[in-house]
């Protein structure tokens, strides 16, 4: 029988916030934008240079209809947004759990048993999850700052290579 004081979650789940893919949705879509006001410009620039083609990148560059105007701008938008929509899609999703791992990371799910952990920690701005042996299982970007990515896996008694200050596993920023 469990008391109040053994109650610490079940399972932890790193994930990209919904306010961090909101802003990249929005960027990838002005940026997408932005560009299809600048393709005319963009191609009329590059026409007054010595480079193949540039009667070509001239005519395409000299479209100035109000469908065009209005539509590339939208097209490109669209487009942006589709990029975006796909970056957020594939951001790894880590649920860790006393017994497991799962990584989710767009339509793939992949599991991994705690007894296959050898080791864990940063590499850069990635979290790399290694078998005992050395054998790389997870190398990828995880959305959080550090010290809570660090305490998400201490909490589960993973082995963290971090660094861990000696009070009570609390995580050095």
Request: glycine letters at 10%.
């Given at each position: 029988m469990k008391n109040d004081f053994d109650a610490r979650p079940t399972e932890t789940e790193l994930r990209m916030p919904l306010d961090t893919k909101v802003v990249i949705w929005v960027f990838c879509g002005v940026?997408?934008?932005g560009l299809g006001f600048a393709v005319p410009w963009l191609l009329r620039f590059a026409a007054e240079h010595p480079i193949p083609y540039a009667d070509t990148v001239r005519f395409l560059g000299s479209f100035d209809s109000p469908a065009m105007v209005i539509g590339r701008p939208a097209l490109l938008a669209a487009v942006g947004l589709l990029i975006g929509l796909f970056l957020t899609?594939?951001?790894a999703t880590l649920r860790i759990s006393d017994e497991r791992i799962t990584i989710v990371e767009g339509d793939d799910?992949?599991?991994i048993a705690r007894d296959q952990i050898g080791g864990v920690f940063r590499r850069g701005g990635k979290v790399?999850?290694?078998s005992p042996v050395g054998r790389v299982l997870f190398d990828d970007?995880?959305?959080?700052r550090p010290a809570v990515i660090a305490e998400a896996f201490c909490r589960h008694g993973y082995p963290w290579e971090g660094?861990?200050?000696a009070a009570g596993g609390a995580i050095e920023s």
């Open positions: 940026a997408g934008a899609h594939h951001a799910t992949r599991v790399r999850i290694e970007d995880v959305e959080g660094a861990r200050a």
